[in-house]
């Protein structure tokens, strides 16, 4: 490979991503020419910059929050454990540990709560006998916005197919592509293998919301 070459081949540098989210998968996205991050179920990603955040969903729900006016946000992907119904019980502490982690994100960083918009995304029913995951996972998505008075601007949930899902933060915008068909088995695997975990574990921590 001569000079030039190497010099056409060279990827940009990535901008450096927050400290507590220097662990998550990042990459230069060729096709969109920007910065990307892709996050694994029980993870989340908030940036200042402008990149996308990729993820995956089968029966995980993921929310993708941001400050409208200024452009701060992010994406979890989370999961309830066995038991927990619309939101309540000891297995939603899950649940309000991801969201509560992801807003508390946006809100250090410069976020505002009154200027949040949130958008969910996923809780399909892909994994064999256990239906009922995605729709609680729903359920408590919705139970959690609605009860802390911040706004849905747009959902695609429920349903057969697994997703993914491409968020922009900086400008809200949102991509979506259901996978009707998959070749392997390998997000269903992950996401019973996360399952199990959750339901062998305790929650990671406790935190509360500030402003």
Not at 23 to 39: E, V
Not at 52 to 64: E, N, P, R
Not at 144 to 156: I, K, Q
Not at 192 to 198: A, C, E, I, T, V
Request: some cysteine; charged content about 25%; aromatic content about 8%.
């Amino acid at each position: 490979m001569n000079a030039l070459a190497k010099k056409n081949d060279k990827r940009p540098e990535l901008p450096p991503a927050l400290p507590e989210f220097a662990h998550i998968n990042r990459y230069w996205d060729k096709t969109r020419d920007m910065p990307a991050a892709k996050i694994l179920p029980g993870q989340l990603y908030v940036t200042l910059k402008d990149e996308l955040i990729t993820t995956v969903l089968g029966s995980c729900v993921a929310a993708c929050i941001r400050d409208r006016k200024f452009g701060i946000g992010g994406m979890n992907h989370f999961m309830l454990p066995e038991g927990g119904v619309e939101g309540t019980g000891e297995a939603a502490r899950y649940g309000v540990f991801a969201m509560e982690s992801l807003i508390n994100a946006i809100l250090k960083h410069g976020g505002r709560r009154h200027n949040l918009e949130v958008k969910l995304f996923g809780g399909g029913q892909v994994m064999p006998g256990m239906s009922d995951v995605g729709r609680r996972n729903i359920q408590f998505a919705r139970c959690f916005v609605r009860s802390e008075g911040l706004r849905v601007t747009a959902e695609d949930l429920g349903g057969p197919w697994p997703r993914k899902v491409v968020y922009f933060p900086a400008s809200g915008k949102v991509l979506v592509k259901k996978l009707e068909s998959l070749h392997n088995d390998t997000l269903v695997a992950r996401e019973r293998s996360y399952y199990q975990d959750l339901n062998q574990g305790p929650v990671a921590g406790e935190i509360e919301l500030f402003d």
